[in-house]
């Protein structure tokens, strides 16, 4: 987890640095330490198992890309007077020497001076879809 921990901070602590523009937004997004807290549950308000952090760390790269390239919001909601944008994408992931489909989501979170930050991303793995054993069996069928 430390050399996933590190590679995840050269990476944060560059993409701080770096100007992100959202075309989806029509603004630009503050990456701060606020995100990275909130990833790898630094802050002590929420705690993440080991592997949730993991799998957040390791898709940060992505969640710049898809602040940069998606055009669309796909959810807004207030929570207690804060604004939460959702952009998703499905991207192909290579864990394990597999590559997946997953869709992932970022989180955006607007301030009340109208600033936007980067909060968070997560994923969730395409389901395929299985063919019953059932339904198998009627295919091979014969009546």
């Known amino acids: 987890m430390t050399s996933v921990r590190n590679k995840a901070w050269k990476y944060y602590n560059k993409w701080r640095k770096e100007r992100t523009y959202s075309p989806a937004l029509k603004k630009n997004i503050r990456v701060s330490l606020q995100g990275w807290y909130h990833i790898t549950s630094e802050s002590g ?24 390239k998606s055009t669309t919001i796909q959810d807004t909601q207030e929570r207690n007077g804060i604004v939460y944008h959702v952009l998703e994408s499905v991207e192909n992931i290579n864990e394990k020497g597999e590559t997946s489909l997953r869709r992932i989501k970022v989180v955006l979170k607007e301030d009340r ?8 991303v997560m994923d969730r793995k395409r389901k395929r879809r299985n063919v019953s054993p059932v339904s198998q069996k009627r295919k091979g069928c014969r009546m």
Request: proline share 3%.
């Open 45 to 68: 308000l929420k705690k993440r198992t080991f592997s949730d952090a993991y799998r957040r760390m390791k898709l940060l790269p992505f969640a710049s890309k898809i602040i940069k």
């Open 113 to 120: 001076k109208g600033n936007i930050i980067f909060y968070s």
